[in-house]
């Protein structure tokens, strides 16, 4: 089955500084990236996704790259802002099982 | 509109007792996902249905762990006479599509499962 593994564990940035939290998976044919974000007693919301046939997404502050040959996946977030403190996860999957990371907690420092 | 929901938020059952955690998908969503997290780490898959049908189950950890979905919506997680390594959040997520790869799967908020 797939495997994610997802660094660092945990990151403390500067307010206004970029955050970049890094994935590698192991099936090959897994063809679908999300990112989610879990904040404190709640559900994983997705926060962006990308698909294989794509190396890069944008989403205002957020962009993910992907790089199918080496199995990496990555999250960047720029200006970081303390609402930004949270658990991110990131996911592979080849079908419609997802198998996540085990996440980093990502620290705002005001 | 709404969005994933799941009842109870927070249940508490002493070891060996059975328990029914229950989730509504968002409506309209034929793809229902159930998923383990522990203290720490990602969620775990534990079964897929497509409509009414457990497409997969692979995840279940044994047999003491079933689910049913038998309109297409609601769906039920039952544990029988739980150990205390059952502990954990339960997340019930649901996509549009139908399970296809790629479909972008809205979780629910949980709910959080203490054995004693």
């Known amino acids: 089955g797939e495997n994610v593994e997802q660094h660092p564990s945990t990151l403390s940035v500067q307010e206004g500084d970029s955050a970049v939290i890094k994935c590698t998976y192991s099936d090959s044919a897994s063809n679908y990236f999300p990112w989610y974000k879990q904040e404190l007693g709640k559900g994983p919301q997705l926060i962006i996704d990308i698909r294989s046939n794509v190396g890069e997404k944008k989403d205002q502050r957020i962009a993910v790259t992907l790089n199918k040959t080496a199995k990496h996946f990555s999250l960047h977030i720029t200006e970081t802002q303390p609402e930004d403190s949270a658990v991110y996860f990131c996911?592979?999957?080849?079908?419609?099982?997802?198998?996540f990371g085990a996440g980093t907690t990502v620290t705002v420092r005001a | 509109g709404a969005g994933v929901s799941q009842t109870p938020s927070n249940k508490v059952t002493e070891k060996g007792k059975y328990v029914e955690l229950r989730c509504d998908p968002i409506?309209?969503?034929?793809?229902l996902y159930w998923y383990r997290q522990s203290l720490g780490q990602g969620p775990e898959f534990l079964i897929y249905?497509?409509?009414?049908?457990?497409?997969?189950d692979s995840g279940l950890p044994n047999d003491r762990f079933f689910a049913v979905r038998p309109e297409g919506s609601v769906s039920t997680l039952k544990i029988q006479r739980t150990e205390r390594g059952d502990s954990a959040v339960y997340l019930c997520?649901?996509?549009?599509?139908?399970?296809?790869?790629?479909?972008?799967?809205?979780f629910g908020p949980g709910t959080r499962l203490t054995v004693l």
């Open positions: 996911a592979a999957c080849p079908d419609y099982k997802l198998s």
């Open positions: 249905f497509q409509g009414t049908g457990a497409a997969d």
């Open positions: 409506s309209g969503h034929t793809a």
């Open positions: 997520a649901s996509s549009l599509n139908q399970g296809l790869a790629g479909g972008e799967q809205f």
